[in-house]
Protein backbone atom coordinates (compact mmCIF):
# COMPACT_ATOMS: atom_id res chain seq x y z
CA UNK A 1 0.00 0.00 0.00
CA UNK A 2 1.18 3.65 -0.63
CA UNK A 3 -0.22 6.82 1.83
CA UNK A 4 -0.11 9.64 0.15
CA UNK A 5 -0.93 13.22 2.12
CA UNK A 6 -1.60 16.30 0.36
CA UNK A 7 -1.02 19.81 2.19
CA UNK A 8 0.00 23.59 0.75
CA UNK A 9 -3.98 24.69 -0.16
CA UNK A 10 -5.54 27.48 1.45
CA UNK A 11 -7.30 30.75 0.67
CA UNK A 12 -5.83 33.08 -2.03
CA UNK A 13 -7.03 36.07 -4.49
CA UNK A 14 -7.23 35.73 -8.14
CA UNK A 15 -4.11 36.23 -9.71
CA UNK A 16 -2.25 34.89 -6.87
CA UNK A 17 0.08 31.38 -6.46
CA UNK A 18 -0.23 28.42 -4.02
CA UNK A 19 2.01 25.28 -4.14
CA UNK A 20 0.69 21.91 -3.45
CA UNK A 21 3.01 19.20 -1.80
CA UNK A 22 2.32 15.39 -1.83
CA UNK A 23 4.01 13.05 0.28
CA UNK A 24 4.15 9.40 -0.51
CA UNK A 25 5.09 6.68 2.24
CA UNK A 26 4.60 3.11 2.32
CA UNK A 27 5.24 0.96 -0.41
CA UNK A 28 6.20 3.44 -2.09
CA UNK A 29 8.27 3.49 -5.72
CA UNK A 30 10.23 5.61 -7.88
CA UNK A 31 8.74 4.10 -10.36
CA UNK A 32 5.15 5.11 -10.21
CA UNK A 33 3.80 8.08 -12.06
CA UNK A 34 2.08 10.91 -10.41
CA UNK A 35 -0.62 12.93 -11.02
CA UNK A 36 -2.72 15.73 -9.93
CA UNK A 37 -6.36 15.84 -10.07
CA UNK A 38 -9.60 18.37 -8.76
CA UNK A 39 -13.32 18.34 -8.18
CA UNK A 40 -15.49 21.04 -7.49
CA UNK A 41 -18.66 20.95 -5.94
CA UNK A 42 -21.29 19.07 -8.11
CA UNK A 43 -18.44 18.45 -10.69
CA UNK A 44 -16.76 15.47 -11.47
CA UNK A 45 -12.55 14.35 -10.35
CA UNK A 46 -10.95 15.78 -13.34
CA UNK A 47 -7.50 15.54 -14.06
CA UNK A 48 -5.34 18.33 -14.04
CA UNK A 49 -1.60 17.30 -14.14
CA UNK A 50 0.72 14.27 -15.01
CA UNK A 51 4.21 13.23 -14.70
CA UNK A 52 6.19 10.38 -15.11
CA UNK A 53 8.48 8.61 -12.88
CA UNK A 54 11.55 10.50 -13.74
CA UNK A 55 10.12 13.67 -14.41
CA UNK A 56 10.71 13.53 -17.77
CA UNK A 57 7.15 13.78 -19.09
CA UNK A 58 4.80 15.74 -17.82
CA UNK A 59 0.87 16.24 -19.65
CA UNK A 60 -1.72 18.94 -18.18
CA UNK A 61 -5.04 20.15 -19.06
CA UNK A 62 -5.68 23.10 -21.08
CA UNK A 63 -7.37 24.73 -18.75
CA UNK A 64 -3.77 25.42 -16.65
CA UNK A 65 -1.38 25.33 -19.29
CA UNK A 66 1.15 28.14 -18.61
CA UNK A 67 0.12 28.46 -15.36
CA UNK A 68 0.46 25.02 -13.06
CA UNK A 69 3.81 22.87 -12.94
CA UNK A 70 4.06 19.86 -11.73
CA UNK A 71 7.54 17.98 -10.48
CA UNK A 72 8.79 15.86 -8.53
CA UNK A 73 11.92 14.88 -5.68
CA UNK A 74 12.00 11.07 -5.69
CA UNK A 75 14.79 11.46 -2.89
CA UNK A 76 11.60 13.00 -0.99
CA UNK A 77 9.28 10.55 -2.35
CA UNK A 78 7.27 14.54 -3.07
CA UNK A 79 5.49 15.55 -5.69
CA UNK A 80 4.59 19.48 -6.05
CA UNK A 81 1.87 21.01 -8.41
CA UNK A 82 3.10 25.01 -8.25
CA UNK A 83 0.10 27.03 -9.02
CA UNK A 84 0.19 30.81 -10.31
CA UNK A 85 -2.31 33.12 -11.89
CA UNK A 86 -4.63 31.78 -10.15
CA UNK A 87 -8.57 31.78 -11.07
CA UNK A 88 -11.74 31.68 -9.27
CA UNK A 89 -12.57 28.61 -11.40
CA UNK A 90 -9.50 26.66 -9.88
CA UNK A 91 -11.69 26.60 -6.95
CA UNK A 92 -11.78 22.42 -5.65
CA UNK A 93 -10.43 19.91 -3.73
CA UNK A 94 -7.18 19.23 -5.09
CA UNK A 95 -5.87 15.47 -5.01
CA UNK A 96 -3.04 13.52 -5.89
CA UNK A 97 -2.52 10.17 -7.14
CA UNK A 98 -0.04 7.61 -7.96
CA UNK A 99 0.07 4.81 -10.51
CA UNK A 100 1.36 3.38 -13.65
CA UNK A 101 -1.31 4.33 -16.25
CA UNK A 102 0.85 3.01 -19.16
CA UNK A 103 -0.45 5.28 -21.85
CA UNK A 104 -0.98 9.35 -22.65
CA UNK A 105 -4.87 8.66 -22.17
CA UNK A 106 -4.76 6.51 -19.35
CA UNK A 107 -2.01 8.75 -17.64
CA UNK A 108 -4.96 11.69 -18.10
CA UNK A 109 -7.50 9.39 -16.38
CA UNK A 110 -8.65 8.49 -13.03
CA UNK A 111 -8.60 4.90 -13.90
CA UNK A 112 -4.69 5.15 -14.42
CA UNK A 113 -4.09 5.15 -10.85
CA UNK A 114 -4.44 3.23 -7.76
CA UNK A 115 -3.68 5.20 -5.21
CA UNK A 116 -5.26 8.36 -3.89
CA UNK A 117 -5.01 10.63 -0.84
CA UNK A 118 -7.74 12.52 0.80
CA UNK A 119 -7.68 15.62 -1.04
CA UNK A 120 -6.37 19.31 0.03
CA UNK A 121 -8.44 22.36 -0.08
CA UNK A 122 -8.30 25.55 -2.61
CA UNK A 123 -10.17 28.75 -3.31
CA UNK A 124 -9.73 31.62 -5.33
CA UNK A 125 -11.67 34.36 -4.25
CA UNK A 126 -12.36 36.82 -6.89
Known amino acids: QVQLVESGGGLVQAGGSLRLSCAAS????????MGWFRQAPGKEREFVAH????????YYTDSVKGRFTISRDNAKNTVYLQMNSLKPEDTAVYYC???????????????????WGQGTQVTVSS
Open 97 to 115: ASGTPGTPVRARSRDGYDY
Open 26 to 33: GRTSSYYA
Open 51 to 58: VNWNGGTT
